[in-house]
């Protein structure tokens, strides 16, 4: 399994952005997929998940109202669109892929990561 992040870049606070993370070599609809970020300083943290067929997501408290989880199985992708960003917000994420059943939420829970992509919000 390979998984390709991208979509990271610089942005003004109050802006958007929009994370992709393409999969390939296994059944992607299968799999529950996750977004995790690392701010400066802090340990790397959940942000998002969304079960394998799309049908459920669930948000750390600090993204909900303004991170939204999305995927489409028919191009093995998920995004993660991030508005209202804040400077807060600057780090490196990563999506990763879970073989669990449900929303997942703990990093050992998750089996494949991608290699991150760095979002950075200035104020």
């Known amino acids: 399994v390979q998984l390709q992040a991208s979509g990271g870049g610089l942005v003004q606070a109050g802006g958007s952005l929009r994370l992709s993370c393409a999969a390939s070599?296994?059944?992607?609809?299968?799999?529950?997929m996750g977004w995790f970020r690392q701010t400066p300083g802090k340990e790397r943290e959940f942000v998002a998940t969304i079960t394998s067929r799309g049908g459920s997501t669930d948000y750390a408290d600090f993204v909900k109202g303004r991170f939204t989880i999305s995927r489409d199985n028919a191009w093995n992708t998920v995004y993660l669109q991030m508005n209202s960003l804040k400077p807060e917000d600057t780090g490196v994420y990563y999506c990763a892929f879970s073989p669990r059943l449900g929303r997942v939420y703990r990093e050992y829970e998750y089996s494949y990561w991608g290699q991150g992509t760095q979002v950075t919000v200035s104020s």
């Open positions: 070599g296994r059944s992607f609809s299968t799999y529950v």
